[in-house]
């Protein structure tokens, strides 16, 4: 069974901080996606990578950047929080096949900005 | 035009009865498709894909794909309290990084 990891469920922090979010997946997953999800607007992609060390802006990357330094772990990274980042962050990952195949989400990261 | 969209419900069937849940895409070049089952405060857990068009069958669940309408849609037979949840239509785009784009979700509620 495909397990993907994010390291906080909940998570509060300051107007101004920098947030780290991080994800591991343990089934050597070439792909991995962050998506936030808010009320009435379902999960909007904020980046993706498709290989170690590659990523891709999704459709709402601005305020956020991502590192994907090893092929099991991608991080979120907002570098100044804003209170317009309060939301439900999901990571998922899949394998790389031709067509698509499904996207396998971890457990989720609700984050408070105050 | 929103990329993929569902009716947000909630939508009401009675135990026992079927749930239809639809969803439509504008990409016509979209080549996958993924019903997504979503319990409140939870991630979303993977039901069913579908990439031809017809029917695909996995116990209670039916996932029905029509291309030239741009369709898809999912059955859930017999329905039970515990299928009460937010169901998730993902469409694989046609783009060259295979991007997967969420509907909003449609609120399902199974009455005892």
């Known amino acids: 069974d495909v397990k993907v990891t994010q390291s906080s469920r909940y998570l509060v922090k300051r107007t101004g901080e920098k947030v780290f979010l991080e994800c591991v997946q343990d089934?050597?997953?070439?792909?991995m996606f962050w998506y936030r999800q808010d009320p009435g607007l379902g999960l909007r992609l904020i980046y993706f990578?498709?290989?170690?060390?590659?990523?891709e802006k999704g459709d709402i990357p601005e305020g956020y950047s991502v590192s994907r330094e090893k092929k099991e772990r991608f991080s979120l990274i907002l570098e100044s929080a804003s209170t317009n980042q309060t939301s439900m962050y999901l990571c998922?990952?899949?394998?790389?096949?031709?067509?698509?195949?499904?996207?396998?989400f971890g457990n989720g990261t609700r984050l408070t900005v105050t | 035009q929103k990329e993929v969209e569902q009716n947000s419900g909630p939508l009401s069937v009675p135990e026992g009865a079927i749930a239809s849940l639809n969803c439509t895409y504008s990409d016509r070049g979209s080549q996958s498709f993924f019903w997504y089952r979503q319990y409140s405060g939870k991630s979303p857990e993977l039901i069913m894909f579908i990439y031809s068009n017809g029917d695909k069958e996995d116990g209670r669940f039916t996932a029905q794909l029509n291309k030239a309408s741009q369709y898809v849609s999912l059955l859930i037979r017999d329905s039970q309290p515990s299928d009460s949840a937010t169901y998730l239509c993902a469409v694989g785009n046609s783009g060259g990084y295979q991007k997967v784009t969420f509907g909003t979700g449609t609120k399902l509620q199974v009455i005892p």
């Open positions: 089934m050597d997953h070439e792909n």
């Open positions: 998922a990952s899949r394998r790389k096949v031709m067509g698509n195949s499904p996207l396998h």
């Open positions: 990578s498709y290989d170690v060390k590659m990523k």
